[in-house]
């Protein structure tokens, strides 16, 4: 079986977008599924809500594969697995190094969707000289003194950095000098590569950030806002109380707009006597990583 150092993926010949590249492997795992379930056909609109994208973008995404489906029967499964891990060059054999075999690096050793997916793990590499013959996974960890000699031994053109981030840079100018050409870093870094050497970033704790974004801005929603009421008296409230000048009345705030009788008096009273009726800011978009 050829190894992945003796063919690349010809999507960007093919001027295949990113975009769509970066979408394929959901494509791909959905329709994987599918299969598995023997179902033989797929409509654009079925696949696209499996993948978690619109069914156009999907549509758009599969001309670029010359792949346009038959109408009012859709698209044939396992045509479209076929052509996609074709297109994402899964029908060889990837042998990939891990480096950095502490929790996480061991993890991803233990990770059975690889060999799945036409990723071999062919080494595991770690500075720690403790390591260095213990079985992971299977597989006896060598130390990186032994680095160039594995990657060349083994054909190897995909490097994964599961290093605290002090030794990310150094690993991976190691791994590059020895013939690597594509590295997914987990380390909590960015690294400086040559042109030709291609970096996914897999960053947790900023994922786990972006959700806790999202969290405190649900929490926020129809929180009550004291607002300051000037120019006067407001007109009864529906339980009969009556605010008054310079008094501070807790109005519900959701999503900009102010609700309720009492919110509706404040801007009768705001609009009459130059009040302030002022209200938090609009929409944040949400923030997005690939």
């Known amino acids: 079986m050829a190894t992945g150092r003796t063919h690349r993926p010809a999507t960007r010949s093919r001027g295949i977008p990113e975009a769509t590249v970066a979408r394929l492997p959901l494509y791909l795992r959905a329709l994987t599924a599918l299969s598995e379930r023997s179902v033989p056909t797929v409509s654009s609109e079925e696949l696209a809500a499996a993948a978690g994208v619109n069914s156009a973008k999907l549509r758009k995404d599969f001309s670029y594969l010359g792949s346009y489906g038959t109408r009012g029967v859709g698209y044939d499964v396992e045509y479209l697995v076929y052509q996609i891990s074709r297109e994402l060059g899964l029908t ?51 130390h990186t003194d032994e680095l160039e000699s594995i990657i060349t031994g083994n054909g190897v053109s995909i ?14 100018d190691r791994l590059v000098a ?3 050409t594509s590295i997914l870093n987990f380390a909590p870094t960015v690294l400086s590569v040559p042109e030709g050497v291609d970096v996914r970033k897999v960053d947790l704790s900023i994922e786990l950030q972006i959700l806790a974004f999202h969290e405190q801005r649900k929490a ?5 806002v ?20 310079g008094e501070r009345v807790a109005l519900p705030i959701e999503g900009g707009a102010q609700a309720g009788p009492m919110a509706r008096a404040g801007q009768d009273t705001g609009a ?3 009040g302030r009726q002022q209200g938090p800011d609009g929409d944040v978009p949400a923030v997005m990583p690939a």
Do not use: H
């Open 178 to 180: 020895a013939g690597v």
């Open 159 to 172: 490097g994964v950095i599961a290093t605290p981030a002090g030794a990310a840079q150094q690993v991976c």
């Open 272 to 274: 009459a006597a130059g």
């Open 226 to 245: 004291a607002l300051p009421i000037e120019g006067g008296d407001l007109e009864p409230s529906p339980g009969g109380s009556r605010g008054t000048e």
């Open 220 to 224: 926020g929603e129809g929180e009550r």
């Open 92 to 142: 060889q054999d990837w042998p990939v190094v891990i480096v950095g075999i502490g929790n996480l690096g061991a993890a991803l050793a233990n990770y059975g969707g690889f060999a799945s997916r036409g990723f071999r793990v062919a080494a595991l590499i770690d500075a720690d000289p403790a390591m260095a013959g213990k079985p992971v996974a299977g597989i006896a960890v060598q």
